[in-house]
């Protein structure tokens, strides 16, 4: 569970932001800046990161406050789980990333395979619905839904992308060392107890 300053924190950036969005008067436009600045404050207290570079990433969006959509692509093979090695870090993720305006979920899940992998994949089924602060990742300035998505292969072959440096299938027991701000062991654990029972329900938070 994500700590009390960080959801202090996103709750005030979303009063702000829906207060700029559909305020008038002046005096109001300036108090919602005013929250949207401790939100600022809250968030540099707690981290090392500079108010400027907070701004930008966390205080930055305009109209009315809604999560942020994450898609990552469940693909087993011979009983092993498809994941890449982000450059970002050095470790290790599901396919995936932030759902495309215009593409729906599956087409997100099937660019995001190619693109990350060099898999040609076809989306099969919804496996869950994750609220991220639920579970444990490190803190996300941003609310974030991941939506977990199993696919298959139909051709295509490892390749590395832009973003990535490896390819590989993992078995449950052998994980490389997980990107948990991507994904955690609960969830890998979550996609493989649904390769073993595949009429297991929709997962959601």
Known sequence: MEPKWLDWAKQLQSIA?????????????????LIRKLSIDILAHH???DKTIIRDLFANETGYATPKVDVRAVVFQNGKILMVRENSDGKWALP??????????????????????????KADKLLAVI?????????S???VYKLLIQCEIIGGHATEGIETSGVGFFAENE???????????????????????????????
């Open 141 to 143: 300035p941003y609310h």
């Open 175 to 205: 994980l490389p060392p997980l990107s948990t701000a991507r994904n955690t062991k609960s969830q890998i654990e979550l996609a493989f107890k649904y390769l073993k029972n595949p009429q297991e329900s929709v997962y959601f938070d």
């Open 131 to 139: 609220d991220m602060k639920c579970h444990p990742h490190p803190p």
């Open 47 to 49: 981290t090392e990161l």
């Open 17 to 33: 932001q829906v207060g700029l969005t559909y305020s008038k008067d002046v005096y109001d436009l300036e108090r919602f800046e």
């Open 96 to 121: 995936g990333g932030w759902a495309d305006i215009g593409l729906a979920p599956s087409e997100v899940a099937v660019k995001e395979v190619k693109e990350e992998s060099g898999f040609d994949v």
